[in-house]
């Protein structure tokens, strides 16, 4: 007899502010998550004393007895210590699949997660999720870091896109600041090599077979960009770990946005306005082309079930607050 459920799980490694994890966190068990596992990679992180009153998440301290436990010292690279910690969960998890994804990412579902995953053809090893990016329009006043609409990439030539957003489409991948390739839910009973966005197979040149979620059940959406402040230092991170040879070679479009960064450090805001806030006539443009996505997403009231004794605050201005808190190193380092 077929299971008509699956149980699922999901990790990410975290240094992040509070608000976006109580609101990952929440928002996951509320859609069923049988277990969430958090990595703080700042091993004194303050969020794990929240998290600690929930059974249904494990978090885990990075710290030296951590990266020796899995095998070798803290990695500097942050995408390697990200794929290490996601490969401890799937050894760990008793869960039938288990999601990697950041703590900007969440899953947006139009059905049962777990009866989902059930239907899944059982040769399959992974299910993909594709995945859109929150923007606004430049006359948004946010009240929270959730708000706003979602862009999706382009499926077609570039040409299409450099028509629609010009020069600036360069900066993107198929439209998008991030990424496009979305993220995969993983099946855990295979000898399988989590990564950041794909898994490999574990067996000696063996392929793994993927399947591709329906975007009006399944989706990815993506805060790439909490906050224009929070934008900038996450590309200012890239910079510094680029010039300090201490991160992974960025693809061509960040490359490009982290050039842009250099030239006029002081435009930070005009940038993340050009790629991120698009017109009237564009948005008209990505409706049309069914690019557009503006789905009802507010996590406030799973933050209030999963945490409710915890302040949560959303608004950019307490994002940025923490920024300056705890990350001036880094955004103050092009103003050396």
């Known amino acids: 007899m077929v299971n008509d459920t699956a149980t699922w799980a999901v990790v990410a490694t975290v240094d992040e502010p509070p608000a ?7 928002w996951y068990l509320s859609l069923g998550a049988a277990h ?6 700042r091993p004194n992180d303050p969020v794990q004393t929240m998290l600690a009153e929930l059974p249904q998440v494990t978090f885990v301290a990075c710290d030296d007895a951590h990266w020796l436990r899995v095998g070798k010292s803290r990695p500097r690279r942050h995408e390697v210590r990200q794929v290490r910690n996601a490969q ?7 869960a039938d699949w288990l999601l990697h994804c950041d703590a900007d990412e969440f899953l947006f579902a139009d059905t049962v997660v777990g009866s989902h995953l059930a239907a899944v053809s059982d040769d ?3 299910l993909v999720l594709s995945v859109a990016e929150r923007v606004h329009r430049p006359s948004d006043t946010l009240a929270s870091i959730f708000e706003g609409a979602f862009r ?8 299409r896109g450099r028509e629609v957003f010009g020069p600036d489409f360069d900066l993107t991948y198929r439209g998008l600041t991030g990424h496009a390739q979305g993220k995969a839910f993983v099946r855990t009973d295979r000898p399988m090599q ?10 000696a040149d063996q392929d793994i077979a993927l399947e591709r979620a329906q975007v009006d059940r ?10 224009p402040a929070y934008w900038a230092f996450k590309l200012t991170r890239m910079i510094e770990a680029l ?9 061509q479009h960040r490359r490009k946005q982290a050039d842009a960064l250099i030239a006029a450090p002081d435009q930070a805001a005009d940038l993340y306005r050009r790629l991120k806030c698009p017109d009237a006539a564009t948005i008209d443009v990505l409706e049309r082309l069914r690019l557009w996505a503006t789905p009802t997403f507010d996590p406030a009231s799973a933050v209030v079930r999963y945490f409710p004794n915890a302040a949560f605050d959303p608004s950019p201005a307490a994002i940025d607050l923490w920024l300056q808190e705890n990350k001036q190193r880094v955004v103050s380092y092009l103003h050396k």
């Open 152 to 159: 999706r990439p382009f499926r077609d030539a570039a040409d």
């Open 218 to 227: 399944l989706e990815l959406l993506h805060f790439e960009g909490l906050t």
């Open 194 to 203: 989590m990564s950041i966005h794909r898994p490999r197979s574990r067996g």
């Open 20 to 26: 976006l994890v109580q609101a990952f966190v929440a």
């Open 124 to 126: 399959t090893d992974c």
């Open 243 to 251: 010039q300090e040879r201490d991160g992974m070679p960025p693809s």
């Open 88 to 94: 401890d969960a799937y050894l760990r998890t008793d």
């Open 36 to 41: 969430v596992f958090v990595y703080c990679d």
